[in-house]
């Protein structure tokens, strides 16, 4: 038996992406967002709320960051998304957490985060629902403790963790459990 709950936007995983970008000052600014995600092979789309000080920052320099957080960031990730920009300026700083400009883009790199998109705004587009950001990917950063034997990402030393909505808590996603394209095989009949 299933239980009825209405129209809310619970889904999971949500992905916790880390959007960084520079303020006026140069200074850094980081923001957690869940609405986001990959939009094509190169792109990314970011609904986000007009008034956050990220959206002020990616108005002015068409550049940022999105970062995949792990555990080890757990704390400093979602003070990112508790505290904002416009009243706390100096958040990054306070986190203790460090950072260095992209060489691709006009924003920074966290050090601390393992995975990092690279990204230049292509548009800003106001929705009825609020504003897309789109991006082009330009270049991705990976540490290398989190790529295999191979020199390839392995996702699960990232040790990420993902949002869930419908109770506010954060979750480490876990093992591989089955091969893309592949696992579904046995109900091909040949």
């Not at 949500?14 to 970008?21: A, D, R």
């Not at 789109?134 to 191979?150: H, M, N, P, R």
């Amino acid at each position: 038996m299933k239980k009825e709950f209405g129209a809310y936007p619970w889904l999971y995983p949500m992905p916790t992406l880390m959007i960084s970008t520079y303020n006026e000052d140069d200074s850094v600014d980081v923001m957690m967002m869940a609405w986001g995600g990959i939009c094509d092979t190169d792109k990314v789309a970011l609904n986000l709320e007009a008034e956050h000080k990220t959206v002020e920052n990616l108005r002015k320099r068409k550049a940022f960051t999105i970062a995949v957080p792990g555990v080890d960031t757990l704390k400093e990730s979602d003070y990112f998304g508790i505290v904002s920009g416009n009243d706390v300026p100096d958040k990054f700083a306070i986190s203790g957490l460090h950072a260095y400009k992209s060489s691709k883009v006009d924003a920074p790199i966290v050090e601390e985060y393992k995975l990092t998109l690279e990204c230049e705004v292509m548009e800003m587009q106001e929705q009825p629902y609020g504003l897309r950001v789109l991006g082009k990917i330009v270049s991705i950063q990976a540490d290398e403790e989190i790529l295999d034997e191979k020199g390839k990402i392995d996702v699960t030393k990232i040790h990420a963790f993902a949002f869930d909505q419908m109770r506010n808590g954060y979750y480490e996603l876990g093992p591989k459990v089955g091969q893309a394209w592949e696992s579904g095989r046995v109900f091909i009949k040949k």
